[in-house]
């Protein structure tokens, strides 16, 4: 796996000349977020040797480097999923390959289902922890020279980041919530017995991302901010049947109000 994150980097390196600062992954109805950087270069997933594709209705797959307020950054227009029949290590090739080459800190965004009862369709949630559900991506051998085998996860979600959040979301006038985030392998939505079950265990919204990525950064040594758009109540907990389109058209509703709260995020993450 090692090997194929060198491939795909080297690759990219000679098609790319840019040093990104931040990393900014969109999740699913939320990659209309890359149409509003300065856009520099893009980059399909498929051109790069050795890199997961995207195959999931709504993620556009692709690297798109550019600037939000000056910032150069990096984002992912669309992840891969283990659900999509990849392996966790590969599933986050794609963290570990914009960490390679050379963020500081990472963005990691979702559409979730509510929960809490407190979390509505339209709600944004700062995660403060995670549960996951789906196998680590660190079995296997390990490289030291890219992270420690045994990786502390105390403080997942950095805390410096976490109060950043909380800021940009003061001055951009959005009340923030924030929880504990639970991954799900997908891609079926979950039972109304298994969000019973998520719920008993202390989780606050679901999904089927994110929680793995965020193994993987901190296995490398990059701090991460995870933003988990609330696009519907979990299942057994709303009137409606779930769906994937209805989750792309309600996290298009808040692309404008998530694109400002990010960009205020990476200025004030830039500084520090």
Known sequence: MWKRVERAYASLKNRVDFKPQIGIVLGSGLGAIAENIE?????????????????????SGRFVFGYINRVPVVVMQGRVHYYEGYTPQEAVLPVRLMIRMGVKALILTNAAGGIRDDLNTGDVMMISDHISLVPSPLIGKN?????????????????????????????????????????????NFETPAE????????ADAVGMSTAIETIAAVHMGIKVLGLSFISNKACGLGDQ?????????????????????????VVLASNK
């Open 241 to 265: 049947k779930l769906s994937h389109l209805d989750v792309q058209k309600e996290s298009l509703a808040v692309v404008d109000k998530l694109s400002d709260l990010i960009s205020e995020i």
């Open 195 to 202: 969000v019973r079950m998520a719920r008993a265990v202390g």
């Open 39 to 59: 856009s520099v270069y893009s980059v399909p997933y498929d051109s790069l040797q050795g890199m997961p594709t995207s195959t999931v209705e709504g993620h």
């Open 143 to 187: 490289d030291p020279s890219y992270g420690d085998r045994f990786p502390d996860m105390s403080e997942a979600y950095d805390a410096g980041l976490r109060e950043m959040a909380r800021a940009a979301a003061a001055k951009a006038g959005l009340d923030i919530k924030e929880g504990v985030y639970i991954q799900f392998t997908g891609p």
